[in-house]
C-alpha cells in the first residue's frame, strides 16, 4: 500500500472517530440539603421542579433543559406560600400547576412570573395534579388522618376545584389517590391505595380491576399505548395496560417504584426507592440501570425535549424529608 492510499484511510479512520456518539451519562445536577424533591416537570421554558417546605416556603425550582446546568444556575421561584409540593404539570397556555400540602393549588405564569393560589377545600392533601391539552384539570389526594381517611378526586370547571360527583363517594372511603393522568380528556387515568384504578373515558369514571392489592402511586403514558402504572410497598409494582388487562412487568426483587414517565415513541421509565431507575425500549424488556449516582430514593422521572432523562427525589422515608437531589442522563 502507497504512502497516500495509507494516509486517506488514516484520516477517514478519524473522521469517523471524530463523529462518534459520546454515551450518555448519570451526573447529579443539584442538591438541597433542607427538603426532598417531589416531582420535575420539563417545558420548552426549562425544566420544574418542586419539592418539600425547607423553613422557607416549598422549594421551587427553575433549570435549563438539554444541557446539564452547573451549580448555582438553578433558579428559586418564591411561592410567598408555605407547605410542601407534591406534583406539577404544564397548562395549555404554557402557565405551571403545583398541588400540595393543605389542599394548595398555586398556578405559576412565567411570563410574568408571579403565582396565584387558588382557593381549594382544605384539610387534605394534593399528591398528584394533570390538565389536560384543552384545559380540562384533575387532582387527587386525600385526607391522610389515620382516623378520617378518605380519598379525594376534584375537577376543575370554570376556574374553580370542586369534588367530581361523577365519582361516587363510596369508591374513595379510606383509599387515598395519588396521582391522575390522561391522554385527552376522554381517556384520564387515577391510581391510588389498595390497588384502586379508576378510568373516565369522556362520559363516565368506571373502576378497572388491577393484579395487586398494594398501592399505585404514579401513572403515565402517552397517545399511542395503554398507561403505565407504578408503586408498591416493600417489593415493586410495575403494570403495564395489553389487550385492556393490566399485567404486573416488574423484574424481580425491586423496591417500591415511585414515578414513571413514557415518552411518545414508547421509551418508558420508572424510577423508586434506592436510587432505582429502569427503562425499557418500546415493546422491550426492562432492563435495571446499574449505574445511577444515587443510593437515595427517586421519586419522579422526565425526559426533556433535547432527549435528557432527569429525576429527582431525596430521603422519602426519613422523618425529616430532606436531603433532595436532582440528577440527570445525558451527554
Not at 51 to 73: N, Y
Request: with cysteine; net charge negative.
Amino acid at each position: 500500500m502507497d504512502k497516500l492510499a495509507t494516509a486517506s484511510i488514516l484520516a477517514l479512520l478519524l473522521v469517523l472517530m471524530g463523529c462518534s456518539t459520546t454515551p450518555d451519562t448519570w451526573s447529579i445536577e443539584h442538591e438541597v440539603p433542607e427538603a426532598a424533591l417531589l416531582s420535575v416537570l420539563s417545558t420548552d421554558l426549562g425544566v420544574y421542579v418542586v419539592g418539600a417546605d425547607d423553613g422557607e416556603g416549598p422549594v421551587v425550582l427553575r433549570g435549563q433543559a438539554g444541557q446539564g446546568d452547573q451549580e448555582g444556575e438553578w433558579e428559586r421561584l418564591w411561592t410567598g406560600d408555605r407547605g410542601d409540593l407534591w406534583w406539577v404539570t404544564e397548562e395549555a397556555d404554557g402557565s405551571v400547576l403545583m398541588g400540595g400540602e393543605d389542599g394548595r393549588i398555586l398556578r405559576y405564569d412565567p411570563d410574568r412570573g408571579t403565582f396565584e393560589a387558588y382557593v381549594t377545600p382544605r384539610g387534605v392533601t394534593i399528591f398528584g395534579i394533570w390538565s389536560g391539552p384543552d384545559g380540562t384539570a384533575y387532582a387527587v389526594g386525600g385526607d391522610i388522618n389515620v382516623e378520617t381517611a378518605r380519598g379525594e378526586l376534584w375537577i376543575r370547571q370554570d376556574g374553580e376545584w370542586a369534588r367530581d360527583e361523577r365519582v361516587p363517594a363510596e369508591w374513595l372511603d379510606a383509599v387515598l389517590m395519588f396521582k391522575v393522568w390522561g391522554s385527552n380528556a376522554n381517556d384520564v387515568w387515577a391510581v391510588g391505595e389498595s390497588g384502586t384504578v379508576l378510568h373516565f373515558d369522556g362520559t363516565a369514571w368506571e373502576q378497572m380491576p388491577a393484579p395487586v392489592s398494594t398501592r399505585l402511586l404514579t401513572v403515565h403514558g402517552n397517545t399511542a399505548d395503554g398507561p403505565i402504572m407504578v408503586g408498591g410497598a416493600g417489593n415493586g409494582v410495575l403494570l403495564e395496560m395489553s389487550g385492556g388487562t393490566l399485567t404486573d412487568r416488574m423484574p424481580p426483587f425491586m423496591p417500591g417504584a415511585n414515578g414513571v414517565f413514557v415518552e411518545q415513541s414508547g421509551t418508558a421509565w420508572v424510577v423508586g426507592n434506592q436510587g432505582t431507575v429502569l427503562s425499557r425500549e418500546a415493546g422491550g424488556e426492562w432492563l435495571v440501570d446499574e449505574t445511577t449516582p444515587t443510593r437515595l430514593d427517586l421519586h419522579a422521572i422526565t425526559v426533556d425535549s433535547e432527549g435528557a432523562v432527569w429525576a429527582v427525589g431525596g430521603a422519602l422515608l426519613s422523618p425529616r424529608f430532606d436531603q433532595g437531589i436532582v440528577v440527570r442522563l445525558g451527554q
